[in-house]
């Protein structure tokens, strides 16, 4: 049975941290504005990060501290909610996870679970929208904890999940070892492998891998795909998504094919 995340058809554009257009000035990436303008330009699907604030707030944050969006070396896990909000005003406006499922409910979230104690809490969050949500984390472990916390406190649907780094590296020495049985084993319970194309030396993205994981009903989705031509390129070899800072970019070469 096809998750209802993956009902539209392929191949998805993953809006990566919303999108800053190329005129913008002083918006930053996951911002409220940064997925509103991921939402107008016609991204179905918006990929995030999220990390829990001082007082228990799931929000919108791809670093654990303030030091490279707004200057301030505080972890996000110091700041409460309140403060916050203030700091971002100026630059896009902070987003939590709650105001992203309710001012949003025709998107479907690809959420990177950035810290141990967000996992149960971003689990409890998208629970009842299990439908249009997909947890992702490097953490296996993370991964789990959020998708076992949805189980506890949803109507009998779990969210979507990807693969984490460990995972991953069981694919990769399967495919190296040419057995299908040990891929299938290890993409168990995962729902898509969302992979750079290379990692240093070593290329993750092939024909081979692309048709093992869809041996295996699982999609590919590559990234932070910028350059069109890249792409282009990556559709042609038939990854199902493409994780991008662009993706107005990405929706019009994706359109060409349909």
């Known amino acids: 049975m096809i998750h209802p995340w993956f009902e539209r058809p392929s191949p998805r554009v993953l809006a990566h941290r919303g999108l800053i257009p190329a005129d913008a000035d002083g918006i930053a990436e996951n911002s409220f504005a940064a997925v509103a303008a991921a939402h107008a330009a016609g991204a179905a699907y918006i990929e ?17 501290d303030l030091s490279r969006v707004i200057g301030d070396p505080r972890p996000v896990s110091q700041v409460p909610l309140a403060e916050l909000e203030r700091l971002m005003a100026g630059i896009g406006g902070l987003i939590s996870l709650r105001q992203a499922l309710e001012a949003f409910p025709d998107v479907r979230f690809n959420l990177d679970i950035k810290s141990e104690a967000a996992a ?20 296996d472990v993370r991964r789990r904890t959020a998708l076992e916390a949805a189980d506890r406190f949803g109507r009998g649907m779990r969210p979507a999940t990807s693969a984490g780094t460990a995972t991953i590296g069981r694919v990769v020495s ?33 024909p081979r891998l692309i048709d093992a994981a869809h041996a295996c009903g699982v999609e590919v989705h590559v990234w932070t795909v910028n350059d069109p031509l890249h792409m282009a390129r990556l559709l042609d070899l038939g990854v199902d998504g493409l994780v991008t800072d662009r993706a107005d970019v990405a929706l019009r070469e994706v359109a060409k094919r349909r």
């Open 120 to 139: 149960v809490p971003v689990g409890r969050i998208v629970a009842p929208h299990a439908e249009r949500v997909l947890l992702a984390s490097f953490s």
């Open 48 to 64: 995030s990060d999220c990390h829990l604030t001082a007082d228990g707030e799931v929000v919108l944050f791809h670093d654990a």
């Open 174 to 206: 399967a495919m190296a070892m040419r057995s299908r049985p040990l891929v299938r084993r290890a993409l168990a319970g995962v729902d898509a492998l969302q992979v750079p194309e290379r990692q240093g030396a070593v290329r993750i993205v092939s």
